[in-house]
């Protein structure tokens, strides 16, 4: 039996298929690769800090300061990558993250790592935004839920193996560093490779960056949530768990097990979001989260229910934003979905840059039981919003738009 011979059309599609899959392989790479970095750093800074004798509030306001650097960058990145492309602004960021990476160990002082990490804020908000905007052209909504959970699995593997890493190396010296140098190098070399396959912008947004808010609320205010929570878990879980009994390096292994329930939960949720309203899959993902952290003040750190509700609260506050995103890409296209993804990291960025003052000045002012209850507070809030969403606006059309 012979195969026909592939029509011109057939090689086009393979070639356009393969294109995809290139670009998307690369992406995903590369902000795991970066992830790796992240997990690596936010606990280790703030052990470093710590350790120096600093206060919460001190400690909170310092690492807030990434969060201030993507809150300053997002409005501009529409226009940034219409004029360079996405590409090239994504190999920018990441030259941007390692610049940063390197002056810390440089400079050790909280005052210096201010506009460092302000520095290393704009690069990684940049890294985040793109690489979402990049994934969300290129995927069929239909698989939307589920690639974008297979996206936030993978960086969750990168983030979890920070503080893996960490355990191996130790938190002081040059060793944590140097290790993160090499790892964001790593990153730039699938982006580099796949750069000609890059979606393309050649449009700017429909309209005002904040106005997104109005139109997907539900999405949007995903990164807002998921700021508050994830910041508080890298930067504060650590300081937490060393409080309630865990010892030396072994406070970082929170923030391990946080991560691995990012790698499993987000996965099962995407599933579920391909299947039925993706708002109603939304708003059981915050109030689980919301419950999960809650028992933190049954469970003592280090006991088994502690390390149970870590791995859900873990894995149900990264499937937010991983069906936030969803969201967002049935909503939007082009200019506009550019525009969309910068406002989730700004809101996430916001989040992360109130989340750990606003906790931190808590533990402060009472104790460390302060930490989950405003993580339990962030999830139900949003629950609820979403859910009021949901009766308010009725469910969601194949084409993404309220019925």
């Given at each position: 039996m012979t195969?026909e011979?592939l029509?011109?059309k057939d090689t086009?599609?393979l070639r356009?298929?393969r294109g995809?899959a290139?670009?998307l392989a690369?992406v995903?790479a590369s902000i795991s690769t970066?992830?790796?970095?992240?997990g690596?750093t936010s606990?280790l800074l703030s052990?470093?800090?710590?350790r120096q004798g600093?206060?919460?509030?001190l400690i909170?306001?310092?690492?807030?300061?990434a969060?201030?650097g993507?809150?300053?960058l997002a409005p501009?990145l529409p226009?940034?990558v219409?004029?360079?492309g996405?590409?090239?602004?994504?190999?920018?960021?990441?030259?941007?993250?390692?610049?940063?990476?390197?002056?810390?160990?440089?400079?050790?002082s909280?005052?210096?790592w201010?506009?460092?990490?302000f520095?290393?804020?704009?690069g990684?908000g940049a890294l985040?935004i793109l690489?979402?905007?990049?994934?969300n052209?290129?995927?069929?909504?239909?698989?939307?839920g589920?690639?974008?959970?297979?996206?936030i699995t993978?960086m969750?593997?990168g983030?979890a193996?920070?503080?893996?890493i960490?355990?191996?190396?130790?938190?002081e010296?040059?060793?944590p560093?140097?290790?993160g140098?090499?790892?964001v190098?790593?990153?730039?070399?699938?982006?580099?490779?796949?750069r000609?396959?890059?979606p393309?912008?050649?449009t700017?947004?429909?309209?005002f960056?904040?106005?997104?808010?109005?139109?997907?609320?539900?999405?949007?205010l995903?990164?807002l949530?998921?700021?508050i929570i994830?910041?508080?878990?890298l930067?504060l879980?650590?300081l937490y768990?060393?409080?309630?009994?865990?010892?030396?390096?072994?406070?970082v292994l929170?923030?391990?097990i946080f991560?691995a329930?990012a790698i499993?939960?987000?996965?099962?949720f995407?599933w579920?979001a391909d299947?039925?309203?993706r708002?109603?899959?939304?708003?059981?993902?915050a109030?689980?989260s919301?419950?999960?952290v809650?028992?933190?003040l049954?469970f003592?750190?280090?006991t088994p229910?502690?390390?149970i509700?870590?791995f859900?609260w873990?894995?149900t506050?990264?499937a937010?934003?991983s069906?936030?995103?969803?969201?967002?890409g049935?909503r939007?296209k082009?200019?506009d979905?550019v525009?969309a993804a910068?406002?989730?990291v700004?809101?996430?960025?916001?989040g992360?840059?109130?989340?750990?003052?606003?906790t931190?000045?808590?533990?402060?002012?009472?104790?460390?039981r302060?930490?989950p209850?405003?993580?339990t507070?962030?999830?139900?809030l949003?629950?609820v919003l979403?859910?009021l969403?949901l009766?308010?606006?009725?469910p969601?059309?194949?084409e993404?738009?309220?019925s």
């Amino acid at each position: 039996m012979t195969r026909e011979p592939l029509t011109a059309k057939d090689t086009t599609s393979l070639r356009q298929w393969r294109g995809q899959a290139l670009s998307l392989a690369a992406v995903i790479a590369s902000i795991s690769t970066v992830g790796v970095t992240f997990g690596l750093t936010s606990p280790l800074l703030s052990l470093i800090l710590e350790r120096q004798g600093f206060s919460y509030t001190l400690i909170s306001l310092n690492t807030a300061m990434a969060a201030a650097g993507t809150i300053v960058l997002a409005p501009l990145l529409p226009r940034l990558v219409r004029r360079f492309g996405s590409a090239n602004v994504l190999l920018a960021s990441i030259a941007t993250i390692l610049v940063a990476l390197a002056l810390l160990p440089v400079f050790p002082s909280i005052w210096a790592w201010f506009p460092i990490r302000f520095l290393y804020g704009m690069g990684g908000g940049a890294l985040f935004i793109l690489s979402e905007a990049w994934i969300n052209q290129i995927v069929p909504n239909a698989q939307r839920g589920r690639i974008l959970g297979i996206y936030i699995t993978i960086m969750s593997v990168g983030i979890a193996v920070g503080p893996v890493i960490l355990t191996l190396v130790g938190t002081e010296g040059l060793a944590p560093f140097a290790v993160g140098v090499a790892v964001v190098a790593l990153g730039a070399i699938p982006v580099f490779l796949a750069r000609r396959t890059a979606p393309p912008v050649t449009t700017l947004p429909s309209a005002f960056l904040l106005r997104f808010i109005r139109i997907a609320p539900s999405g949007i205010l995903a990164g807002l949530v998921l700021g508050i929570i994830e910041s508080c878990a890298l930067y504060l879980l650590p300081l937490y768990a060393l409080r309630s009994g865990l010892e030396g390096d072994n406070a970082v292994l929170p923030v391990t097990i946080f991560v691995a329930g990012a790698i499993v939960i987000p996965l099962l949720f995407g599933w579920f979001a391909d299947r039925i309203d993706r708002r109603t899959v939304l708003a059981a993902a915050a109030a689980i989260s919301a419950i999960s952290v809650a028992t933190y003040l049954v469970f003592a750190a280090g006991t088994p229910g502690f390390w149970i509700a870590t791995f859900i609260w873990g894995g149900t506050s990264t499937a937010i934003y991983s069906l936030g995103l969803t969201l967002l890409g049935e909503r939007f296209k082009g200019a506009d979905l550019v525009a969309a993804a910068a406002l989730i990291v700004l809101m996430y960025s916001l989040g992360s840059l109130t989340g750990p003052i606003i906790t931190g000045a808590a533990m402060d002012t009472w104790d460390i039981r302060a930490f989950p209850i405003v993580a339990t507070a962030v999830g139900l809030l949003y629950a609820v919003l979403v859910m009021l969403r949901l009766f308010t606006r009725g469910p969601v059309s194949e084409e993404g738009t309220p019925s």
